[in-house]
Structures are given as structure tokens and as C-alpha cells.
């Protein structure tokens, strides 16, 4: 009877190891700048970003252990900004830059590549965020600058599955407008998030456009007297939007959130800030929780991660330790996409002080279940309402700009970093 009870509590736990094992972790991984995470189909993650000027992307499950990296080198600085798993076979596209074009890869489940192009319609074409489009293929969205005038406008790409250009447009005023997320929208259509500067100093803009690119309705929310700029937007349940990026005001930035409804008419909108000695506060990722508030994944000093109600009042509010030395200089350095939110809990990303790329798998307090480790931390935060005009856009029905889109295949080299995780 005995040996009986033995046996099955062995076969119990070779059945169900998992039962073991915190459902929470704190991994880094070897010298990298993780730029955007996606959710795998078999529970694991991929993260993307940059590792010593090449492009980087490394694959882990969903414990953290790592099951593969890679970077690729192109002819220039490279970076990946945004992946896309590909449901068919498992691989991945991710797109990013060869210096300051845009350069796409198809990586196969194991991070091989099987193709690979770059794109641009002007010197300098960033692609900052991805989706799968509603026909088959991905579209991508960034900006374009043609030297010759310097008008920089917002470059939105379709491609086919097999990376051939199916349709590009731009659209713009007679400024720099600069674009950094598009999401699918419920009614088949799109939402694209960025920046315009009718003024000089930057306001934020959201373009909901149809399946083809028409314009179905824009707007600008800023300000005369600050820097507004957003870098994340989501679609709620109300079917408005909730957009996420920052305000400065000359003497601090400060995590800025905007409420809209569905016609893009503001609601509400908040700055957050921690003591002014902080120095500054970007909002880089947001999506509303199952609560009906929302979750927005951000940088001060560290990584800040801020729950707030469905109003914008705070519910908690975390810092992560030495995971945010990352200096924010040119319009691609902000293409910054560190959080998923996932049923019962968080995946954030981060950068710390050695140049290491971290992930950690958070429980829906934003903590990990583990009294060893110390990355926690807390702020006093200040929320603020913030008054913010609302302006016109692009002309709604526009179907913006027949872009001409210039591609070429490339050959990057592919490299082994050397990644191997550690816990933290
Ligand atoms: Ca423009
Ligand atoms: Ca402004």
C-alpha cells in the first residue's frame, strides 16, 4: 500500500510538474534592447529589438527559458521594431531598420531566415508598429521624409504574405507628422496613433482609417504651450479609444493617457508624475483591463507599470528597478512597446544597467510571488487633469497619397549573441 502511494505521488508529479513552479518570473537573457514582445501560439514569447547595432530577436516559453536568438546584421545600424507570429507555419515576420530604411524579415519557427527586403519611398522610411491585415498580408506604418522638402509624413504600407508591395499611401499636413502604432479596429478598419507638429512644439493625432486606407476620421489633441506626443493606442469596449504617451511641458515630461470616444471626441485626459526630481515620465504601451480600467506600461527613471480605473484614477502603481537606461533621441528610439497584458497578469520587458534585455511575467498585482526577488519599488504619484484642444486633421474621406515604394532584397548576416537566461 505504501510503495502504491509512493508510486502515484511520483506519477502525479511527473503528470503535472507545472503545480511546482511559480507562475511568475524575472529572466534576463544577455546584452540587448527588447523593442516589442508578442505572445507565441505555443504559450511563449518573442521579443524583438536590438543587440550591439544589429537587429535581435529571441524566442523563450512560457517559463522564460530561452529556446533561441539571433541577430542579423544588415549594412548599417539595425534594429527590429514590431513581430508578427505567422499563423500558417509558426515563423515570424518582424520589420525594422537597415540604417534608416525599413527592412522586413521572414524568420522561420527557429529564427532562420527565409526571405528578406527593404522598403522606401523617400531617403529616410520607418516602419515603427505591424498588424496582420483583414485581406491577408500586413500592414505597417511609420514616416517618410523626402530630403528635398522635409515634409515628413506618415507612411502606411500593405504587403503580401511574400513581402510584395500591394499598396502604400501617405498622409500629413505641412509639417513633420510621424506615426508609431496601428490596431485592427472592430469594425474592420484601423487606428493609427502618433505625432503632428502644426506649431512647432507636437500634438498628438489619431487617424481611424478603413480596410483600403480611406480616412474615415481624424483628430489632433494638444497644446500651445507643451510637447504632447503618444506612442499606444487600443480600442475599449465602448468602442472608443485609450492612447498613451507623454507631455512635457518644459520642465518635466509626464505620463499622459487620453480617453476618446468612438468619433474620437475626448473624454478625459491625465498627466501622472512622480515627484518632480524624477525627472521624466513617458507612456509607451497601454490596454484596457478586464475591470474596465486600464493597464499603461511606461518609463521614468525604471520601468513604471500604472493601473488606473476606468476614470484615470490611480488603482497601484509599481517601478522595476535599474530596467529603463535608454536615452530617447531620434523619432525611432521611441518605437517602444514593453508590455502584453494577458488573463491573469503581465509580461513587461526591460533594459538594465549592463545592457542586459530582461522579461518578467507579472501576476495581476503587477508583483511576483517571490520574497527573494528585489526589483520592486513604489512612487507617490500625482494624477492632474489636463486641458487639451482638439483639432483637425486629415480630411475625412481622404484616401491619402499613392505612395511609390522602392524594394530591394537584401542578405543580412545571421549571428548567434550568445543569450542565456538567468533568473533575477
Ligand atoms: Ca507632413
Ligand atoms: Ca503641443
Known sequence: MRNKIIYLSLLISFLFPA???????????????PKAIERTQDGGYIVVGSSQNNMLAFKVDSDGNLEWAKTF?????????????????????????????????????????????????????????????????YVMVGYTNPLADGDQDILLIKISSNGTVEWAKTYGKANDDVAYSIQKTSDNGYIIVGDTSPFGNKDIFLLKISANGTVEWSKTYGSSTAIERAFAVKQTKDNGYIVAGYRYDETTSKVLLLKVNSNGTLSWANTYQTSASTGYGYGFAVDQTADGGYIIGSLKNDMWLLKVDQNGNIKWQKTYKDLAHYAFIDEHDFAFHPLLVEENGYVLFGHDSSGYAWIMKLNSNGEINDPSCTIFGSENVTVSDVTLSEGDFVTSGSSGTEATITSNSTNATVQDPGFSESQV
Open 19 to 33: 503545480i511546482a513552479l511559480s507562475a511568475e518570473w524575472a529572466k534576463k537573457y544577455g546584452v540587448g534592447l
Open 73 to 137: 546584421e544588415g549594412n548599417y545600424t539595425s534594429e527590429i521594431f514590431a513581430v508578427k507570429q505567422v499563423p500558417s507555419d509558426g515563423g515570424y515576420i518582424v520589420v525594422g531598420r537597415d540604417g534608416l530604411i525599413i527592412w522586413i524579415l521572414k524568420l522561420d519557427s527557429s529564427g532562420s531566415i527565409e526571405w528578406q527586403h527593404t522598403y522606401k519611398k523617400d531617403y529616410f522610411s520607418f516602419a515603427f508598429d505591424m498588424q496582420e491585415a483583414f485581406d491577408g498580408g
